[in-house]
């Protein structure tokens, strides 16, 4: 994700941060920090994931009837558990029933094993009793209503508060079409936190890998835009019927318009598919360029990525939320999209040129989106407890790509984008915080994003300078390789990091992560004034 309201674009749901914005604004000139990295190995050893079901992984089958029109969404959901898979007790997450979305949500009839039960329902947590040892099938209806979705460019930019959880408006109706993120009740990984409230800054994810299958009909006209692949679109009297499916997805969202043209282009294998409106083709065309050199620069440093497509939506975003992440999928939000700021015409952008760096923030958001792929998709992550492990390993790696593709300028482009988020929210009076902590535990989305997107990833830098950069790279590689398809934690992160350096500098390697990670420095290491 990339939150919008501060400086720079600080990827996720989330996330891009207007640091070139905020810049403008207030009339400062955005200075240059060493940030990292050197690309150079080459890694392709990830196989495209094919369609079908894994017996040990979860399956969901879903039937749903969606208008965007109305935001009405009409569910059935199978969901097939395997027996070493959420122990006595499936713990779901429920996002459209959480505090803020106003939704409706109403749950119908639920059974385990073809047997009805009585399954606990509490804000955005439903616990239904596993019944028996052994996999186990349960089924469940649901109906709710989706809102409209905020899109004021004062909100966006953080200066008009919301009283909506920062995530809230990724199920939401805009002119646009319906964007459907967190849209039905899937399964909490074992291990992650599974509290009934949602924390009001951050993402939410914390699904284990598993297969999908979704039957959804919507309204004559309308196009359904998924991570997954579409097999079949027939048509019945004014409905189309769309039959997508997914395999080793955590999620799969859905962005329903009719107002969305394709752009496609194909990378090493991976059929790339941006989606705009039709006047925003030259900008479709150019990000559909950013993400291809992106899956190439990604794939030959981390691995392969490993589904045969990729889309890209244009799509609103709530207040704070400049981009967000999702298994064969991201959106990023339509002012950044087309590389303008919230609520100013485009031709007054154009005047600001390479002053308001408005073309780095969209680059930036585009790859650091992309990189989710990497770190929250292949490697999962709990990320209401552990953000601080995907959102700094997206904004390091979006550093790696600047690296490789802009070799003379990516220093700039990086401080602008990650360090300047720390010492914005510094310079706006937020205290330093340590970036390993649950994100329910950050005073304000300021703090959160300027301590998890521009403090953390520093530390990669920091590491550089104690080892080969190559070994870091090599680190996040192997990373991949072990934990793909699971969840990471931090201790994951800091122990395939330490198995790619000399031995002598293993102790190092967490020192430094509780330095940059557990404690309090980022006044001393990164700087608090936007100018020199």
Known sequence: MTPTWQPAPVAARRRSLWIALVATLVGMALIAATVV????????????????HRADRPSYEIDARIDPRTGNVRGELTVRVPADVGGDKLRFRVVPNAEGYDADFRLGRVTVGGEKTRPRLDKALLVVARGSSGGTTV????????????TSPLASLGLLPSDRPMVAGLLARYDTGISLGHWYPFLIADGAAATPELAEVGDVGSAPAADVRASIIVPKGFQVISGGETKDRTAEGNSVVVDERASGIRELSLVVSDRLERTTREEGGVEVNVWA?????????????MTARGLGVFEENLGGYPWPSLDVVQAPMPPGVGGMEWQG??????????????????????????????????????????????????????????????????????????AKVRPTDWKTVCDRNVSMNYRYMRTMGEDDAAADRPTSAFGSDKQYAGVVYGKAPNFYRALEKEVDRLAVVAGLHRLVQERSGELATPDDVVTALQREVPTEKRAEVRALWRHWMAEQHGDTDVGTKLLP
């Open 139 to 150: 089924t469940m209806s649901f109906r709710y209503q989706v809102m409209e979705g905020e």
């Open 277 to 289: 409106p039709r006047d925003a083709s030259t900008h479709a065309t150019e990000v559909a360029a």
């Open 329 to 402: 999928m991201f959106w990023v939000g339509s002012e950044i999209f087309r590389g303008t700021m919230p609520g100013v015409p485009e031709q007054f952008a154009e005047v600001l040129g390479e002053n308001a760096g408005l073309e780095d923030v969209r680059e930036f958001t585009v790859v650091h989106e992309l990189a989710h792929q990497w770190w929250q998709g292949m490697v999962g992550v709990d990320q209401a407890t552990h953000e601080v492990v995907d959102e700094p390993l997206a904004q390091y790696t979006t550093c790696l790509y600047f």
């Open 37 to 52: 990295v050197v690309l150079v190995r080459p890694w392709q050893d990830v196989a495209r994931i094919g369609l079908g």
